[in-house]
């Protein structure tokens, strides 16, 4: 037993970087004395970092043996355990991945576990054995009363408390499923990813298509810096910005065209359409929904400072900074602050970024209350603009990557303003009510700029130059109730929501056609910028969406099977106002009822097996400005999923998802006419596919994350038949991506990273007459976790996107753009 504990203890000294080699030394020698004796204790000497236990720190502890796992999160931690290791013998741990506090970090591995921790002393602590349950006192009269049997059960999570991260720290074991609520992964019967904010600092994310690029089902739409985000999830174009994004759960409140990333404690990513579960956003979420879920303040203090520097000249800086007050430390404050201004990687393209969001919550006994507010700028100069393509040229050869084509004039300024608040209520045993309400305020921002079009193969384009000037307004609210009950064998989760959204639109525009030019991809043109003022702003759209759903997951046999079904009423209304005349062009009112059903069956534990139907609902297109029919409003899409698949947890270490779905979409398209053609809804396009994804840390220092999909995008009932059967564009037949980290262990504290995201050919066209060839990125980096000169935890970053400078077309309907070079990123960030 003596030299099992020493090799133990020395692996985890090993991996300290702090403390001088003799500390390390009489760590060990102390440790392996007193299991010797049955008692594991934690060096003193590591225990001498003053306010250990007021420091929250990044821990990715291995699954193992219960009391090896104390011991390795004692001594990282700098604390002093006394146990028995003998009483914790046969009891496994699936390890700590995340940021904790010490007590956080303690409370969490001894979850279930039937022991308690109490504190000792100053950064000392002992286990003892959790009390039982006070047994009722016997009833007075001698008779016996026959009860019927009651049966108590626990979701594995507090009430209102993020599911756990999983193995590795970089994905959690569960997110929020719409109004279902928080789910463990296993228990969902949709594919969901959740990435934490330790995946979220690592990847150095600066904006959501950071984080979302390493999901193998997502491929983004737009080029980077582009002013807006747009994401493709299983084939399906998102929309642009955030429009199928929610905030805790709640649409429309995110800044509206692209969104920075520090306020997020999670990014949860569910896949395939979602009306049952969300309601429907403010545009498309065929393919995919994305809920973010906002910082709050730890237990455990928290002052964190990140300086950062991105190639070409863009340096940052970003805080994160959270406490706890009050009896229990009930009411928490946390606030996230990021800056940045500079070039970017291609030339003259800058970006200037300022963003600010305050998080309050209030955690009581039955209670619990949230709030955040938040301002956002971000300001484009050169932004970047897809490239389209006239009818019949063909794809030219590719540009240098790392100098724009564009005028060095074009402009996006976008800025919003926004703030929810939200409250939980656990009204009694298994039943919870909540509600939640927000608004957001874009306001008036200019935006200059053009949309090339490639005139012929010598990479001759042209473009008419346009400015223009948006505000809007959007308020959001939703409530509803989660309640159990049981009938029989059967145990009934019951879940009772209705939500609605309001959005108001402005708008101005001036097209420069005196100003439209032409110029060249490898031999830019100089024009000067156009002398182009908007008017004021007017009433250009208001739509309005409300929803009511019900659905009940009943469980059987222990769980092992689970059955959800349910339905949304969704309530949807939009006028199209002209901003010339003030008069309203075209309106629609519509409502629809969206089923779904889904099924989990789990034959063994480990393995969940689950099926769902499930229907999605998007807004009407607004047809636009360049057709016959401008102005036109289509009814509401309706889109159908069917899917299926496995999930396997391989021993705590590794979650993998096999699946297969299926989604139909309507489609539009464009009849051709003189002097316009007429934009038509028109055929369908059937995204058939396959997936494969994985996330955890199947041994010990190494993570994965990642995985591949396969899909068969297919146009159906096109007009005159003419593309039936051809591939979808701008949707490639498989695309991959898997990332990596190892702890190397050679130098205590370093991570070396890897990602490799492939794409195959996609088309550009319907006719399937153009595509762009496959493509494969590579991003490298590492990062060096050390203890400050003040004895607090830093971390130095390196990441290196594109490491091989790959310069491709990355495909769109009817246009492409170019691949991003080699882009470098640095970061420190320091405990205070």
């Keep these: 037993m003596k030299s099992q504990h020493m090799g133990r203890f020395a692996g985890i000294r090993a991996s300290r970087i702090a403390a001088p080699p003799a500390a390390i030394r009489a760590a060990i020698e102390a440790m392996a004395m007193s299991a010797a004796l049955g008692i594991i204790v934690a060096s003193p000497a590591v225990a001498a970092e003053p306010a250990a236990a007021m420091v929250q720190r990044q821990y990715a502890i291995g699954a193992g043996e219960l009391g090896d796992v104390l011991a390795q999160y004692a001594a990282t931690a700098g604390v002093q355990l006394v146990f028995d290791p003998a009483a914790l013998a046969g009891r496994r741990s699936p390890g700590l991945q995340g940021r904790y506090g010490v007590r956080e970090g303690f409370e969490q591995l001894l979850r279930g576990s039937g022991y308690q921790l109490v504190k000792q002393g100053n950064d000392a602590y002992s286990l003892h054995k959790a009390p039982a349950a006070p047994v009722p006192a016997a009833a007075a009269e001698p008779r ?71 999901d193998p089902s997502v491929a983004i739409d737009n080029p980077s810096a582009s002013g807006w985000e747009a994401t493709v999830i299983r084939g399906f174009s998102t929309g642009d910005g955030t429009s199928s994004v929610s905030l805790n759960g709640l649409y429309g409140i995110l800044p509206a065209d692209a969104t920075g990333i520090g306020m997020a404690e999670r990014v949860e990513v569910l896949k395939g359409p979602s009306a049952l579960l969300n309601g429907m956003p403010t545009a498309d979420a065929v393919g995919g929904t994305v809920n973010l879920v906002s910082k709050r303040a730890p237990y455990e203090p928290l002052a964190q400072i990140t300086v950062s520097h991105a190639s070409r000249s863009q340096p940052g800086v970003s805080a994160d900074i959270g406490r706890r007050f009050g009896e229990d430390r009930a009411f928490g ?57 006239g009818a019949g040229v063909r794809i030219p050869k590719l540009p240098r990557n790392d100098e724009s084509y564009l005028p060095p004039w074009t402009i996006w300024n976008g800025g919003s303003t926004f703030g929810m608040v939200q409250a939980e209520w656990d009204i009694a045993e298994g039943i919870t009510a909540y509600a939640a309400y927000g608004m957001r305020k874009t306001d008036g921002k200019e935006v200059l700029f053009i949309n090339p079009v490639l005139l012929d193969a010598e990479g001759d384009w042209e473009a008419t130059p346009s400015r223009s000037a948006s505000a809007s307004q959007t308020r959001s609210a939703t409530a509803g109730l989660r309640f159990a009950a049981d009938t029989g064998p059967v145990r009934h989760a019951i879940a009772v929501n209705a939500a609605r959204i309001t959005e108001d639109a402005d708008y101005a525009q001036l097209w420069g056609s005196d100003f439209e030019f032409t110029s060249n991809l490898y031999h830019p043109v100089h024009v000067p910028e156009p002398a182009l003022v908007v008017g004021d702003l007017r009433p250009s759209s208001v739509a309005k969406r409300s929803s009511f759903g019900i659905a009940d997951t009943l469980s059987m046999f222990g769980d092992r099977l689970q059955i959800t079904v349910g339905t949304r009423r969704q309530s949807v209304s939009s006028k199209n106002i002209s901003i010339a005349t003030g008069a309203v062009t075209s309106s629609y009112e519509s409502h629809v009822w969206s089923p779904a059903v889904g099924v989990i069956v789990k034959p063994r534990d480990g393995v969940s097996i689950y099926a769902n139907y499930i229907e999605g609902l998007r807004p009407g297109t607004v047809v636009g400005e360049t057709y016959a029919n401008a102005g036109q409003i289509f009814p509401p899409y309706r889109s159908k999923q069917y899917e299926a698949g496995v999930k396997v947890d391989w021993s705590g270490n590794l979650i993998t998802t096999v699946s297969a779905f299926q989604i139909a979409q309507p489609n539009t398209v464009t009849i051709p006419g003189v002097p316009l053609p007429a934009l038509a809804l028109n055929g369908e396009q059937r995204n058939r596919g396959l997936e494969f994804s994985m996330f955890g840390q199947p041994w010990n220092g190494v993570r994965l994350t990642g995985g591949l999909m396969v899909i068969d995008a297919e146009l159906r009932k096109t007009e005159g038949g003419a593309d039936d059967g051809n591939q979808a564009p701008a949707v490639p037949k498989w695309q991959a991506t898997l990332g990596g980290e190892w702890d190397t262990g050679l130098v205590p504290g370093l991570t070396l990273t890897a990602r490799v995201k492939h794409s195959e050919m996609a088309y550009i066209d319907t006719a399937n007459a153009r595509s762009v060839p496959s493509w494969t990125l590579l991003d490298v980096g590492a990062r060096y976790r050390f203890t400050s000169l003040w004895n607090e935890p830093a971390v130095l970053r390196l990441t290196i996107e594109n490491a091989l400078d790959k310069n491709f077309w990355i495909s769109r309907t009817y246009g492409v753009y170019q691949s991003t070079p080699r882009t470098v990123l640095l970061s420190a960030t320091f405990d205070f």
Aim: glycine share 12%.
């Design 144 to 214: 016996v009363a026959q009860l019927a049997e009651v049966r108590v059960t626990a979701s594995g999570e507090a009430a209102g408390e993020l599911p756990r991260p999983y193995a590795g720290g970089k994905v959690a074991r569960g997110g929020r499923v719409g109004m279902l609520g928080n789910k463990d992964v296993m228990d969902t019967p949709f594919s969901q990813t959740s990435y934490t904010a330790e995946f979220i600092a690592d990847r150095q994310a600066r904006t959501l298509s950071d984080v979302m690029s390493s």
């Design 333 to 389: 404050v946390r606030f996230n602050g990021t800056w940045r201004d500079g070039g970017l990687s291609v030339d003259p393209t800058k970006e200037k970024m300022v963003s600010g969001v305050l998080g309050l919550d209030y955690q009581g006994e039955g209670v619990r209350l949230s709030a955040d507010f938040g301002h956002q700028e971000r300001d484009l100069s050169s932004a970047n603009r897809p490239l389209f393509l």
